[in-house]
């Protein structure tokens, strides 16, 4: 089975330090995926990549970078953590294929204080 | 963004049949996916759409109009597990993005005994 491995499930960071979320995936997939999820909002793309070095920002980059130096593992960056982003990030990875979709990890809730 | 809509919270009763409809405002994807998500859990893949028709895999079931823009998710014979988040998502939604999912808000479903 595909596994995709988020590095913590909750983290609590204060308000301006920089965190990473770190995602790794055991099957060879070229694209790799970082979502946030929030009640009543739904799962909202943040940045994506199908390759290695290669990124490319989704809907709400703003806030977030990425790093994808090895094709298994795909970083989130928060430069200067805010309140507003609170919430649930999901890693998500998937073939060039694409029949079935994306297998996701099992996400890390994070908190901003 | 793209309007994919659900209903927020459906409540139905175990052994019972309930439908989950999943509408759209564009004729532009390749395939269109519903996942579960149990509470605090990552999502899992439950079927996938390209054609028109219905899609059965055991006691569930999806089904996909592309020209009536529209989709739904069939459980039979619920059972109090199946009490979870039900996500619809388009995949290619965007052009130039053809291996991204783009996802509804979900819906809610609790199954009551």
């Known amino acids: 089975d595909v596994k995709v491995t988020q590095s913590s499930r909750y983290l609590v960071k204060r308000t301006g330090e920089k965190v990473f979320l770190e995602c790794v995936q055991d099957?060879?997939?070229?694209?790799m995926f970082w979502y946030r999820q929030d009640p009543g909002l739904g799962l909202r793309l943040i940045y994506f990549?199908?390759?290695?070095?290669?990124?490319e920002k989704g809907d709400i980059p703003e806030g977030y970078s990425v790093s994808r130096e090895k094709k298994e593992r795909f970083s989130l960056i928060l430069e200067s953590a805010s309140t507003n982003q609170t919430s649930m990030y999901l890693c998500?990875?998937?073939?060039?294929?694409?029949?079935?979709?994306?297998?996701f990890g099992s996400g890390t809730r994070l908190t901003v204080v | 963004g793209q309007n994919i809509d659900q209903p927020t919270e459906m409540t139905a009763t175990e052994g019972a049949i309930v439908q989950i409809n999943c509408t759209y405002q564009?004729?532009?994807?390749?395939?269109l996916f519903w996942y579960q998500q149990h509470a605090g859990e990552a999502p899992t893949f439950l079927s996938y759409?390209?054609?028109?028709g219905l899609e059965e895999k055991g006691r569930f079931s999806s089904f996909l109009s592309r020209s009536k823009g529209y989709s739904y998710l069939l459980l039979k014979e619920l059972q109090m597990k199946d009490s979870a988040s039900y996500l619809c998502?388009?995949?290619?939604?965007?052009?130039?993005?053809?291996?991204?999912?783009?996802f509804g808000s979900g819906t809610q479903l609790t199954v009551l005994p």
């Open positions: 998500a990875s998937s073939l060039g294929g694409f029949t079935y979709g994306y297998t």
């Open positions: 099957m060879d997939h070229e694209n």
């Open positions: 990549s199908y390759d290695v070095k290669m990124k």
């Open positions: 564009t004729s532009g994807f390749n395939g």
């Open positions: 759409n390209v054609l028109d």
């Open positions: 998502a388009l995949w290619g939604l965007h052009s130039g993005s053809a291996r991204q999912l783009t």
